[in-house]
C-alpha cells in the first residue's frame, strides 16, 4: 500500500498534515532534526549554505574553483568545435 493510499484513508491528504496532527511540537521538532542532519547535500544544506553566505559572508572556495574549471572547459570546448 502506498503512503497516498494510507494517508488518503486515514483522512489525510499529505503526510505533513497527518503528523502535524498526530506528533507535538517537540516530537515534530526532532523529526526535523533528524531530517536536517541526515540531509547533508539536498534542500536543507542549500537553505544553510544561502544563511552562511548572507549573514556570516561565507564563501565556497572549492565551487567558486569548480565553477572557474567549468568555464574553462567549456571554453576550450568552445575554441576545439568553433
Keep these: 500500500m502506498s503512503l497516498e493510499n494510507v494517508l488518503e484513508h486515514c483522512g489525510f491528504k499529505t503526510a505533513f498534515d497527518f503528523l ?44 567558486l574553483a569548480d565553477d572557474k574549471d567549468d568555464a574553462k572547459y567549456r571554453e576550450w570546448e568552445d575554441r576545439r568545435n568553433g
Excluded: C, F, R
Aim: a negative charge; glycine letters at 2%.
Design 20 to 63: 502535524y496532527h498526530h506528533l507535538s511540537q517537540d516530537e515534530l521538532l526532532d523529526l526535523l532534526e533528524a531530517y536536517v542532519n541526515a540531509d547533508t547535500s539536498g534542500e536543507p544544506y542549500q537553505w544553510i549554505k544561502e544563511i552562511a553566505e548572507e549573514s556570516y559572508e561565507y564563501v565556497d572556495y572549492q565551487q
